[in-house]
């Protein structure tokens, strides 16, 4: 491999790895990701990679994800030089530029959908992604207003296992649940009501997509209406709710046992 060595950290082309924070994008959709796990999940993966800013160590020990794509950029740097570039402490020794894949049409989505309406937490955001990557669910279902999947934090929470998912952002829920039903899927929501069937009963079908909540707000009564079936765990008396990704990963869990 040809490193390109340090000299100045004040390179051009190295000032994306200081610009791009957590959930924020350039024009050509390009990502910075952090840490070797992630790193190397995602040079295993199809997304196009502009450059690695690295330590010798990280690439002595994983040449042979490195050598995986053909990438151009190759920056060698010490950890103290990383983080001047970055202008922060940093706990791993390895970054990557990438650009994000192309959002994949509403048609073209797989049989399992995990959706969720305007989740606002970053970690919620990866932490749901991994657990969908992790069960065999095959695509994730974002409102513009969320954290995007490929977000630095949410990237880093995930484990960079989100590059496993077909993904869409949507502009306005009801028309896309209209949609999803119109495909073929059973839209079920995820919300406490009197009449939600308990998910250990639940009949799930060979297309369906799992709509979880905003984490204060839950799901309105409009698109709740708008939805197939609502479900609920089963809790103990005095509990209200799990975390968001908690539910999501126990819901995900049982309709695809069930599918």
Known sequence: MKYKKINNINTPELAIYQQLRDNAFTADNSF???SPKVVNMLLGSDIEVKSILATK??????????????????????KEEMQSIVGHKIHHNCML???RPDETPLEA???SILMLDAITSTENVGSIARSAAALGVDSY???????????????RVSMGYVSK??????????????????????VFAAEVTPDATLLSQ??????????????????????LNLCDEVLTIEMADGVKSFNVSVAASIMMYQLLSRS
């Open 32 to 34: 910075i990701a952090d």
């Open 57 to 78: 160590e990280y690439y002595d020990e994983f040449s042979h994800f490195v050598e995986l794509k053909n990438i151009k950029n190759l920056f060698l740097a010490t």
């Open 97 to 99: 530029h990438g650009v």
């Open 165 to 186: 998912l077909k993904i869409h952002i949507y502009k306005d829920i009801r028309e896309t649940i209209e949609v999803l039903k119109k495909n073929g899927y059973r």
């Open 109 to 111: 989505l797989g049989e």
């Open 141 to 155: 279902l974002l409102s513009r207003q969320s954290p995007h999947p490929y977000g630095r934090r949410a990237l």
């Open 202 to 223: 639940v009949k799930a079908s060979e297309k369906w997509a799992l709509l979880m909540g905003h984490e204060g707000l839950g799901i309105s009564d409009e698109v």
